[in-house]
C-alpha cells in the first residue's frame, strides 16, 4: 500500500491514531495506541512470568501494524530483570514506515525511533530496555501461509508465553480467523510453556472458534467502548475469568457462531456438530 493509504486520525480523547484507507479500519480507535497497548495485551500477559524462568519470554505479535502492542509490552517488561524475545508478523510495513515519519503525534514510537527504524531496515534488532534484554524480529508475509508451511523454522523458535492476536477484524480479514489457523497455533504451542492469546474482539464467532480450536477461553480487561475483550490459553490456570455456561447458552442461541472454515466471513448459528464439541470441551465439564 502507499503512504496514501494510511492517514493519521485524532481520536476524540485527543491522542492519535493510524487510519488504513484501504480496509477503512483505525488502529486502537477510541482510547488510542499507548493506552490499548497497555491494557489490552502488556496488562494482560502476565509479563511478572518474567520473573519465575531463566528461559527468554517468548512474545509472538501478530500484526505489528505501528508497533504499539509490542512496544507496550516492552515497557512493561521492563519492570522486570530477565530475557524478552518478540517475534511480529506483518505483511505489510507501510503503516509502521508512516508511524516513524509521525512520532510528533504518535508519542510512543518517540523513546525507540532510532531502535524501530533498525528494526525496519534489518528486521531484527537487540537493545537493553532498564532490566529487561530485548530481542525483536520481524517475520515479514502472510501469517497463515507462514505458520502452515513453516515447520522447520517453527521447529526452532521456542513456544510462546504470549499471543497478541491484533489482525483486521474478521469481516475485514477472515483468513485469519479460520478454526484451521487457530487448530494449528495451537498445536505449536508446548504443554510446558504457559501461553495467553489476547484478541481486542468479544465476538462470539471468534470465542466459539478458539474453544474448538482446543483452547482455553475467558472474558478480557474492558477496552473504550468494549466492555470486555477475550482472553485464550492452553491452560485453565491462566485464565482469571473462564467462558461459563451462561456464555454457552448464549452461543448456542447466537445467530452468529460458527465458526470460519473457509476464507468467507459468514454469520451463521452453531452446527450441531459445533454444539456438540462445545458442550464437551472441558471448560464447561468441570
Keep these: 500500500m502507499p503512504h496514501s493509504e494510511h492517514k493519521l486520525v485524532q481520536l476524540p480523547n485527543g491522542t492519535w491514531s493510524l487510519h488504513c484507507v484501504g480496509v477503512a479500519e483505525t488502529y486502537h480507535p477510541v482510547v488510542g495506541p499507548e493506552v490499548e497497548g497497555h491494557i489490552l495485551y502488556a496488562k494482560q500477559i502476565h509479563l511478572e512470568r518474567i520473573k519465575s524462568s531463566p528461559a527468554p519470554f517468548v512474545v509472538w505479535d501478530v500484526g505489528l501494524g505501528g508497533a504499539a502492542n509490542a512496544l507496550a509490552v ?3 517488561a521492563s519492570l522486570f530483570t530477565g530475557k524478552i524475545v518478540i517475534y511480529s508478523f506483518e505483511h505489510n510495513l507501510k503503516p509502521l514506515q508512516f508511524a516513524l515519519e509521525h512520532t510528533e503525534q504518535l508519542s510512543y514510537l518517540s523513546p525507540f525511533k532510532d531502535i524501530v527504524q533498525q528494526l525496519l531496515d534489518s528486521h531484527k534488532v537487540s537493545f537493553q530496555y532498564k532490566q529487561v534484554s530485548v530481542s525483536w524480529e520481524i517475520i515479514y508475509g502472510d501469517f497463515p501461509l507462514w505458520i502452515h508451511s513453516a515447520s522447520s ?15 483486521y477484524s474478521p469481516k475485514k480479514n477472515p483468513d485469519m480467523y479460520t478454526l484451521a489457523l487457530f487448530k494449528k497455533i495451537k498445536s505449536v504451542l508446548s504443554d510446558n510453556t504457559p501461553c495467553l492469546l489476547v484478541s481486542y474482539s468479544r465476538a462470539t464467532l471468534l470465542r466459539s472458534t478458539l474453544l474448538l480450536a482446543g483452547f482455553y477461553v475467558g472474558k478480557g480487561a474492558a477496552t473504550g467502548e468494549k466492555e470486555e475483550t477475550t482472553v485464550a490459553s492452553n491452560t485453565l490456570s491462566l485464565i482469571q475469568t473462564p467462558l461459563d455456561q451462561t456464555w454457552l447458552s448464549r452461543a448456542q442461541r447466537s445467530t452468529s457462531a460458527e465458526p470460519i472454515f473457509q476464507s468467507v466471513y459468514l454469520q451463521r448459528p452453531l452446527s450441531e456438530e459445533s454444539r456438540y464439541q462445545l458442550s464437551i470441551h472441558p471448560q464447561f465439564r468441570i
Design 74 to 76: 516492552i515497557k512493561e
Design 153 to 167: 523454522q517453527l521447529e526452532k523458535m521456542p513456544s510462546p508465553s504470549a499471543i497478541l492476536y491484533d489482525a
